[in-house]
Nanobody, 123 residues
Framework: QVQLVESGGGLVQAGDSLRLSCAAS????????MGWFRQAPGKEREFVSA????????YYADSVKGRFTISRNNAKNTMYLQMNSLKPEDTAVYYC????????????????WGQGTQVTVSS
């Protein structure tokens, strides 16, 4: 069982940066694939980025590639999402997710979810 808590969201202007954190409980965090998803009002939850258990492989949605960087620190049971050059279309609730087996780019690949943190980017 893993519990996830996101933090770091807020209101920023276009072009600014934010770093989201996802703190995980549980002794086996280092064995879990992790991901970030986001959901804007009236839209479906969409993939943002994912990272393998070792951190050796990372994946990004085309819309954030080159602007966002995912990372993890297994010693601290924490995953991060560094978001640079933010755009108004990045406005959404951001969720972190974890899974011991699948992970990847679809919500169905994750068993554990955080409560979300709001990111609002003004133009």
């Amino acid at each position: 069982q893993v519990q996830l808590v996101e933090s770091g969201g807020g209101l920023v202007q276009a072009g600014d940066s934010l770093r989201l954190s996802c703190a995980a409980s549980g002794r086996t965090f280092s064995r879990y694939a992790m991901g970030w998803f986001r959901q804007a009002p009236g839209k479906e939850r969409e993939f943002v980025s994912a990272i393998t258990w070792s951190g050796g492989n990372t994946y990004y949605a085309d819309s954030v590639k080159g602007r966002f960087t995912i990372s993890r620190n297994n010693a601290k049971n924490t995953m991060y999402l560094q978001m640079n050059s933010l755009k108004p279309e990045d406005t959404a609730v951001y969720y972190c997710a974890a899974d011991p087996n699948v992970g990847g780019g679809y919500p169905s690949g994750y068993n554990y979810w955080g409560q979300g943190t709001q990111v609002t980017v003004s133009s």
